[in-house]
């Protein structure tokens, strides 16, 4: 949910802020109760469009590198900078945070490294449904770049469905 902070009362401590869309229905829902809050900057999400011309991109470098489009999508994931964490943590719960972490989609994965004392830095990656507008764009960027290096026409496929019927008109 998009919001804004509009004022702020030192005093006594109250924040005033204003939501889109209508935050009737979660005031109804959650008057008097206790809440976790968590805020963080707004950032307009990717689009649709967005999703499918990188599934665009990534199947056709996958067809010309005879690699999967899995395989093509994870490594471009983790070419993307602010779309993971280090964490570190005990040896022994490295295995089961790093299945649970993968359990949540193609995208995300987990690079271990062993410190040898009892510990290892996992990089977490998330995958690309949380990106946000600049993030999947970086990732449409990248994959466009690798696309053309390769010799791939990067068009989308609406523009190449235009071409089509100019190339039929032409005729």
Known sequence: MKGRIVDYDYYSNRAVMEFEPSFADTYDKYY????????????????????RYMWVLVDRIAKNQHLTK???????????????????????????FC??????????????ILLGDGRS??????????????????LIENLIFEAEQLGIDTDTPDKQLGWASLMEEAK
Do not use: C
Not at 70 to 96: C, F, H, P, Q, W
Not at 104 to 111: I, P
């Open 32 to 51: 008097g109760k206790d809440v976790n809050v968590d805020i963080k900057l707004w950032r307009p999400k990717r689009s649709g469009a967005a999703n």
């Open 70 to 96: 899995n395989e093509v999508y994870r490594k471009e994931i983790t070419e993307i900078g602010g779309v993971s964490d280090v964490l570190l943590m005990a040896d022994e719960a490295v295995e089961r």
């Open 99 to 112: 299945k649970q972490w993968e359990a949540n989609g193609l995208g995300w994965q987990t690079e271990v």
């Open 121 to 138: 830095n996992v990089i977490a990656y998330y995958g690309s449904s949380t990106f946000d507008r600049d993030q999947m764009t970086q």
